[in-house]
């Protein structure tokens, strides 16, 4: 269903964040983020005039995961930036995201690591999507969304290497938004041995991807 009609109104300002995923020949994924910022007008910044049609901002994220959601690779780019070379001066810093896994508390360690003036406010921004981006590239690819298991548990479609365990479990995408809730009539349509399913340990709020530390997470504080 789409919005309301708005009101009569100017555009003053559009931001876009793009992500793409890649499988790669060596069986790696990259996941490829872009934000840009643009005004349809000049725009006087204090490093001066930014042209219409020249972007504020144009960065890059990649991340390069293996199919349990490891990060093995991280680089930055700052195509466009408000005070140019000083602004990309932090990309550096987004190698630290290598070491980390998307589905095991990835966005307070990397917003812990990239903390105020360690980073560029907007790139870390484009963190906070990277594991949905990543979960949505790898269903039905890297995981079988309709059995039982959580991502980060690599196995292919045919769902040949999953353990009897796993398919106790429900989906990991049921109980995670209003639709997907285990009451509703989408669950009770189309995953149906999951109707009425009440998980041990339900959390009170919005289901996290990761509900506990990894021993990797617990060895870092």
């Not at 589905?103 to 105020?116: C, D, I, K, M, T």
């Not at 269903?139 to 106790?168: F, H, L, R, Y």
Request: charged share 25%; hydrophobic share 35%; proline share 8%.
């Amino acid at each position: 269903m789409p919005l309301s009609p708005p009101v009569s109104r100017q555009l003053r300002h559009r931001r876009a964040i793009r992500m793409e995923a890649f499988v790669r020949d060596d069986g790696l994924w990259d996941i490829e983020a872009c934000l840009t910022d643009e005004k349809p007008r000049d725009v006087k910044l204090a490093s001066g005039v930014r042209p219409q049609g020249l972007p504020i901002h144009e960065l890059w994220l990649r991340i390069t995961i293996d199919r349990t959601f490891a990060i093995v690779e991280a680089e930055a780019a700052s195509d466009w930036a408000p005070y140019g070379q000083l602004c990309s001066a932090s990309n550096p810093a987004y190698r630290a995201l290598i070491g980390l896994n998307l589905v095991q508390n990835f966005r307070r360690e990397s917003s812990r690591l990239l903390a105020g003036t360690t980073g560029c406010t907007h790139l870390t921004e484009l963190c906070a999507v990277l594991p949905t981006a990543a979960i949505q590239a790898f269903a039905g690819e890297v995981w079988n969304t309709e059995k039982g298991g959580s991502p980060g548990q690599s196995s292919d479609n045919s769902g040949a290497n999953s353990t009897a365990a796993d398919t106790d479990k429900p989906p990991f995408q049921l109980g995670r938004c209003n639709a997907l809730r285990f009451d509703g009539d989408a669950v009770r349509q189309h995953y149906p041995r999951w109707f009425g399913h009440a998980p041990r340990n339900a959390p009170d709020g919005p289901a996290r991807i990761v509900e506990k530390d990894s021993p990797k997470d617990r060895e870092r504080t």
